[in-house]
């Protein structure tokens, strides 16, 4: 009886093995690409309402002759957005009109947040990722979130 060619049962079962591990690995990084979308689309949304109320107060400017960011109220951002998308939301803190949250549902059903306040008599503005930075200064003194919006 002479050599037969071909693999063995070993070397195949080892072959699926390796190709096991490594689908293991590639798979969940191929799959990831919703998360990075995600939050690429966070990013130009930030970046729209950040263009948005920079617009606001630079038109506040060449009306009252003071740059004027808009107060944390839903209506202001109403107007000076022209569309929020769906799965966008925009509450006041509290019921309060110094102090808002805006909000991302994913498609996950997993939420991210941001807390947007003005300083400094609405000249300076904030915008802060809730879940990676303190709490806003606190109301009394200088630097904190305005109290009043009128």
């Not at 839903?74 to 799965?87: C, H, N, Q, R, Y």
């Not at 019921?95 to 498609?107: A, E, I, M, P, Q």
Request: include cysteine; charged fraction near 20%.
């Amino acid at each position: 009886m002479g050599k037969t060619k071909g693999f063995t049962l070993i070397e195949l079962i080892m072959v699926i093995v390796i190709l096991g591990i490594l689908a293991a690995v590639v798979v969940p990084k191929f799959f990831d690409f919703t998360g990075q979308a995600e939050e690429s689309t966070e990013t130009a949304f930030l970046g729209n309402f950040k263009a948005g109320i920079n617009l606001y107060a630079s038109d506040q400017l060449m009306t009252i002759g003071i740059r004027k960011f808009p107060c944390a109220q839903w209506a202001v951002f109403d107007s000076v957005l022209d569309e929020i998308p769906e799965d966008w939301e925009y509450t006041p803190a509290d019921g309060s009109t110094y102090f808002g949250v805006l909000t991302h549902t994913r498609k996950n059903n997993s939420t991210r947040t941001w807390r947007y306040f003005t300083s400094n008599g609405r000249t300076e503005y904030s915008i802060q990722d809730a879940a990676t930075v303190p709490p806003p200064p606190p109301l009394s003194g200088s630097g904190g979130p305005d109290q009043t919006c009128n």
